[in-house]
């Protein structure tokens, strides 16, 4: 059974930080391009960060440059999302994506809130 689960959200200052995680089952993580995705209300969802396979190659969205980090860990089946410097408008559901690197399968989370408030 294909899982992606999500967590490490929750409410923090502007300013503060946060980490992400989004554990990954069923499938052959390696294989996959995962990616971090956001959708604010009465907002469609965003590309918020993308890593390749391996590592070698990171992509972020430009409201996130400098402030959020995406990793993975392909021992544990695990990608992360570092998000520093957290601002209001960072506020949204977060969802943790994998695409097969041939595409021909695509995997959600569950989502995770994130609250950026004081």
Sequence with gaps: QVQLVESGGGLVQ????????CAASGFTFGYYTM??????????????ATIT?????RTYADPVKGR???S????????????NNLK???TAVYYCNAV?????NNYWGQGTQVTVSS
Excluded at 53 to 57: A, I, K, L, M, W
Aim: net charge positive; aromatic share 8%; glycine share 12%.
């Design 100 to 104: 097969h690197v041939l595409g021909n």
């Design 68 to 70: 959020f980090t995406i």
């Design 53 to 57: 396979t391996t590592g070698g190659s």
């Design 72 to 83: 993975r860990d392909n021992a544990k089946n695990l990608v992360y999302l570092q998000m």
């Design 35 to 48: 990616k971090w995705y956001r959708q604010a209300p009465g907002k469609e969802r965003e590309l918020v």
């Design 14 to 21: 502007p300013g503060g930080s946060l980490r992400l995680s």
């Design 88 to 90: 209001p408008e960072d």
